[in-house]
């Protein structure tokens, strides 16, 4: 029979005691330490430190969010875009930081997620069903079942697996993001691809007399490399002699901010005349999937 948790029971870690944590007893003493008690301190907890990470965390989940959104936008006919990759990285990020425990954790779109949505969306197409009613039953189904998981506190069998299997999720994941930044030679994402002139990013300015193909790759290049070095190079800082510990403190919680900043300032400044590919962001807050005949009202795909 399933009993509620005792007192000792709450103060004890989801997955570190050894008292049943079934019948969502885990849900309960999760709820129970979170909610209105340390995350309060959290929240309230304005400093540098929180300063410096939020700024991280923005350009850690804007930036993803709105490439994401475009690529989600190709293989799902616009049905997903950047706004939709915008808005639920914003809304799921905010209820996941205040409710499930762990304001750190970012929330966005990956690698991962966008092959099962093609898929799920060729899947659409085959069954001729609709494809966001059949997504978002897909999530339901999901969430209910990791409801279920937590019911009866099924991540207990976290402890059979090893540290190997979390280094091999953490490769990949690197692997996958330091390929696309790149060059994948799978698709056409990445520094090498600007060298081509067949790419994509190219085609908005081949008319243009005074573009060249080779400079905008060649910028490209040192603005990306450019940023990614200077982050690092600011972080070593920090176990470096050279001025005093705040400074360097200082410039270690901001070195991602300042790189991205500063080499954002350069090619404003310096290199203004060199067209360089950027973030594809929304002129308004409107479904990505624009209605295709002019007598529709609303750009939802029915009236078409």
């Given amino acids: 029979m399933c009993k509620g948790p005792t007192e000792t029971e709450y103060s004890q870690g989801h997955g570190d005691d050894d008292g049943p944590n079934t ?3 885990g849900i309960v003493k999760d709820w129970k330490r979170t909610i209105g008690t340390w995350w309060v301190k959290e929240f309230t907890n304005f400093n540098q430190k929180t300063i410096a ?5 923005f350009f850690a989940t804007v930036a993803p969010a709105i490439t994401f959104g475009a690529v989600f936008a190709k293989s799902t006919n616009n049905y997903i875009g950047p706004i939709e990759t915008v808005t639920g990285t914003a809304w799921v990020g905010l209820a996941y930081s205040i409710f499930g425990g ?26 001729d069903v609709p494809f966001l009613p059949f997504n978002a039953w897909t999530g339901l189904w999901c969430s209910f079942l990791l409801l279920l998981g937590a019911f009866f506190d099924l991540n207990k069998m976290m402890d059979h697996l090893t540290r190997f299997t979390d280094e091999i999720f953490a490769l990949l994941i690197a692997f996958i993001f330091i390929l696309d930044a790149v060059g994948n030679p799978l698709g056409s994402v990445g520094l090498y691809w600007y060298f081509t002139s067949t790419h994509k990013s190219h085609d908005e300015f081949e008319n243009e007399e005074d573009y060249s193909v080779m400079a905008t790759a060649l910028l490209s290049m040192i603005l990306g490399l450019g940023t990614c070095g200077m982050a690092f ?7 470096s002699p050279y001025f005093t510990e705040r400074i360097r403190t200082n410039v ?5 901010v300042l790189s991205i900043v500063s080499f954002t300032a350069l090619k404003a400044l310096v290199f203004s005349d060199i067209e360089t590919e950027t973030l594809n962001v929304p002129d308004s807050f409107a479904p990505t999937f624009q209605c295709c005949d002019s007598s529709c009202h609303t750009s939802w795909p029915d009236d078409c």
């Fill in 23 to 25: 019948c969502g007893r």
């Fill in 252 to 256: 270690f919680d901001f070195a991602v």
């Fill in 102 to 127: 762990q304001p750190m954790m970012i929330n966005g779109g990956t690698g991962p997620i966008l092959a099962f949505t093609t898929v799920l969306y060729g899947m659409a197409e085959s069954l």
């Fill in 53 to 57: 990470v939020s700024f991280f965390i």
């Fill in 233 to 239: 190079f600011l972080r070593g800082l920090k176990s």
